[in-house]
């Protein structure tokens, strides 16, 4: 049982318009326990090439409002595709540029993966985000192996999974362990 409101940002590793991990992003935000509410992030295909230079005094607006969304945050989550073995460098980007700010130490973190290899880039975003002092919630770990199926496969694994309550499942495990840190 939730008690307090817990509002979750996703972030989205691929910028694809037609990407698995949106599409996993969008069930999830559809299959939320009462009490839970997630936002997606828009925000990261827009953001320039990260350089220290422009930290501070001159960071670039859109930058600003993508760690005040993080800020707002009780805990993110994080679905990424694996791109020649690793990051992909817009996501990549998106990271450097919190890297110096207060707002992701100790946050807590959930990864929804949706592809059923992809773990060479769950173990390089895990050192990442540890690196930055993130807190990953293992026991939120979601994986709905989506991606290379058809759309219609796709629709019915999503709506079987938020159906059958994994998705409920797995956000209730991380908004316990968000309270619990709380």
């Known amino acids: 049982m939730i008690q307090r409101p817990i509002f ?27 009490g839970i509410t997630i936002a997606i992030c828009d925000l990261i295909g827009d953001l320039p090439v990260f350089n220290p230079d422009n930290e501070g005094e001159r960071t670039p607006v859109i930058v600003e409002r993508f760690a005040a969304e993080i800020r707002k945050a009780d805990g993110l989550i994080v679905a990424c595709p694996e791109y020649a073995h690793g990051i992909p460098g817009g996501f990549k980007n998106a990271l450097d540029w919190l890297v110096s700010r207060d707002e992701v130490p100790f946050k807590p ?30 026991d939120g770990f979601l994986r709905l192996p989506v991606a290379g199926k058809s759309d219609e496969i796709q629709a019915a694994m999503l709506l079987q999974a938020r159906e059958s309550g994994l998705f409920s499942a797995s956000l209730s495990r991380f908004a316990q362990a968000i309270a619990t840190k709380a």
């Open 8 to 34: 979750l940002y996703a972030l989205c590793g691929s910028q694809r318009r037609a990407s698995t991990n949106r599409r996993l992003l969008e069930a999830l935000q559809l299959g939320c326990p009462e």
């Open 109 to 138: 973190l959930m990864f929804a993966h949706a592809s059923h290899r992809g773990d060479l880039v769950l173990a390089q975003l895990t050192d990442v985000l540890q690196t930055m002092s993130l807190h990953i919630v293992e």
